[in-house]
């Protein structure tokens, strides 16, 4: 190692040799004489001893080398090394570091190649006469990485290698980067001779980035910043209309196209339901600067296991699929509701990225029906009073059921339907068998006339134009039919099933016009000679009503439309057997939903303002026919007022009917 130590040696011991000299020579000649050439030899040794050692600088910024070649020597722990190329017009340098040199250095003429551990921060470089250099890699940009080989050049200060360098800048309050580095004094730097990577920054300017020569003749350096005009600017989030704020103001909801000064802000970006983006910064440049953000959904997960027929409420909301809920972050207030059962309730926090589940399952009495029928193969339907619904092809026993009141109808193809109630009290087995008659079968229900107030009452809310205004009608005694007419009837009168639910003899036909719905009629009226028909758009409405035994209900029998209608949210996107939901007071089924049901009248949207009171029959001629009942796939217009309008040449698969008769 060549240093300062060694050189201080060196001189100690030329020192020493002289002193001992001087002792011999003593002995040999005259005192005097021997004083005058110890001391001529001090006055020629001292220039030597005392001369100030020269410093050594890095010139420029070092340079990671992009040249391909890979570093192969390994580490005593067998891992790859880093290296340094030191280039320089000087020679004879030695070499250290915290841990040390790996292995030998490859010293090649103006430049020496040091190899190091992978992480080394502090090389330590020497030479007879220079204080030695002590660098610390990551004050010039250097990280050491396996395999990579970084380039520092190194000068001396003699012949001026490092000059003072003045610099003169208009703002005067801009930043000044040399190498990399801010200057702490801005005016005068002492710099080495060579080039230097130069930089001025201020807000509202334009940067002025230079690469400066220092040399004897270049040590004065002046510039003048331009104003900076402004930068577009544009942002957009993924997703969109998350508002964004630059520098504390209100840009708009992205995507967001602005111009705005060029320079660092800060930015934030807030959208319900999503983690704001802060305590980020944004550089505006020119010409124009684009950025996008993604931002992360701030929510949880709430799963609830209960029995089917269960409602589940989140905060009083009824959730109608209480699987995996995306939620904000909140206290959950959970209620799971059921008939014939008690109310179960808890609270649960969720949080972001919670995936939490709940087993609530209440606890109901149940009891067992088990039902043998003959044909072998009939279809078993058992309706409870509370909305439950079990179905079965053949003989079935139905255990573990909630206990109450069941409506179980038997079916079979060539057979007359059997319908009766049946009581299951708790823990109780209830035996049916039930062997059906041959033959074809729908009911007729008998409908006394009477005058009633037709249109919107003051029951229903927000009525249609065409529902008002309520008006008094009075119709003639008649027949209607106690069920939609069946997939199964259809098929026995015209042979074939236009259906798209065509799997369910019992459920209603559909898919069917107006004139589908006559030529039914037509061949019934043949096979049976009877004279069936349409009921009139007043009969239908009397008969959803009660007729006269019914009360001012919303739907045909009840305020509560899962009562009596299959509709949107308890119909699983289809339609159902008729008669599975509860009667009106007349003993009609599904007056609302399941099927929307042809009416003979044609369709007048002010018809309710000049009907005639007595059996009206609607519009003379038209182009639509009337349709009541609402149906599977909706809500609101399974109300007895509801009424719509279509072309009688076509069907849809939320179309049937239901037969009338003249009295």
């Known amino acids: 190692m060549v240093g300062e130590e060694f050189v201080i040696f060196c001189r100690t011991v030329v020192m020493f040799f002289i002193f001992l000299k001087f002792i011999f020579e003593m002995k040999k000649a005259v005192f005097m004489k021997k004083i005058f050439l110890f001391l001529l030899i001090v006055l020629i040794a001292l220039p030597a001893f005392t001369q100030e050692l020269k410093k050594m600088t890095i010139i420029g910024k070092p340079q990671k080398l992009q040249s391909g070649e890979m570093v192969a020597r390994r580490d005593q722990n067998g891992n790859y090394c880093a290296a340094i190329q030191v280039v320089s017009d000087m020679d004879g340098f030695g070499y250290d570091s915290n841990d040390g040199r790996v292995g030998e250095i490859l010293d090649n003429p103006g430049e020496d190649i040091v190899y190091l551990t992978a992480g080394e921060r502090v090389l330590k470089v020497f030479r007879n006469g220079y204080e030695p250099l002590q660098i610390i890699l990551s004050d010039h940009g250097i990280i050491l990485k396996e395999r990579e080989i970084w380039q520092i050049k190194i000068a001396g200060n003699e012949a001026a290698d490092v000059l003072p ?16 580095k801010e200057a702490s004094v801005k005016l005068t730097q002492e710099l080495g001779v060579g080039e230097h990577q130069v930089k001025l920054v201020r807000d509202g300017y334009q940067n002025i980035e230079k690469t400066i020569t220092v040399n004897k003749n270049k040590v004065f350096f002046e510039w003048t910043m331009e104003d900076a005009p402004d930068a577009g600017l544009q942002i957009t989030t993924t997703p969109a209309g998350a508002t964004v704020y630059l520098d504390g103001v209100r840009l708009g909801e992205s995507p967001v196209a602005a111009f705005y000064p060029p320079g660092i802000y800060p930015i934030k970006i807030t959208r319900e339901g999503f983690v704001p983006i802060e305590n980020e910064s944004l550089e505006v440049v020119l010409p124009q600067t684009r950025k996008s953000y993604t931002l992360e959904e701030n929510v949880g997960y709430l799963t609830v296991k209960t029995r089917e027929g269960a409602t589940v409420y989140f905060n009083g909301e009824v959730i109608t699929n209480p699987k995996k809920v995306k939620l904000s972050p909140q206290l959950v207030k959970v209620k799971v509701s059921m008939p014939k059962a008690a109310d179960l309730e808890e609270q649960v926090v969720i949080k972001k990225d919670d995936d939490k589940t709940l087993e609530m399952s209440p606890d109901i009495q149940t009891g067992t029906i088990q039902i043998a029928v003959t044909p072998f193969d009939a279809a078993i339907e058992l309706t409870g009073d509370a909305g439950e619904h079990f179905s079965s092809e053949g003989m079935k026993v139905f255990d573990g059921i909630p206990v109450g009141t069941y409506t179980m109808k038997i079916s079979a193809e060539d057979y007359k339907t059997n319908e009766e109630t049946v009581i299951l009290k708790p823990n109780e087995k209830v035996n049916k068998s039930i062997t059906l008659e041959k033959g074809s079968d729908f009911e007729m229900i008998f409908v006394k006339g009477g005058t009633f107030t037709m249109g919107c009452t003051s029951e229903q809310s927000d009525c249609n134009d065409d529902e008002k205004p309520a008006h008094k009608v009075t119709v003639s005694d008649f027949y209607i039919g106690k069920y939609e007419v069946s997939q199964k009837l259809w098929k026995e009168i015209m042979d074939d099933n236009p259906s798209d639910f065509s799997d369910c003899d019992s459920c209603p036909i559909e898919n069917i016009s107006w004139h589908d719905a006559q030529k039914f009629i037509r061949k019934l009226n043949q096979i049976s000679g009877k004279t069936y028909r349409l009921p009139t758009e007043s ?4 008969a959803a009503r009660g007729a006269s035994a019914g009360s001012a209900t919303v739907y045909a ?6 009562e009596v209608a299959w509709y949107s949210n308890n119909s699983g996107s289809k339609t159902r057997p008729v008669g599975g939901k509860k009667a009106n007071e007349l003993g009609l089924y599904d007056m609302s939903g399941n099927v929307w049901e042809w009416c003979s009248d044609w369709y007048g949207s002010d018809y309710y303002k000049n009907s005639p009171q007595n059996n009206p029959k609607g519009p003379s001629s038209g182009e639509y026919r009337v ?12 109300c007895v007022v509801s009424r719509i309008f279509f072309n009688p040449d076509y069907g849809f698969y939320f179309f049937g009917f239901r037969l009338a008769q003249d009295f």
């Open 557 to 562: 029998g009840s305020n509560n439309i899962d």
């Open 165 to 180: 360098v003045t610099f003169r800048f208009t703002p005067e309050d801009a930043t000044l980067f040399i190498d990399g």
């Open 627 to 638: 349709l009541r009942g609402g149906s599977w796939n909706n809500s609101r217009n399974c």
């Open 539 to 542: 009969e239908w409405e009397y």
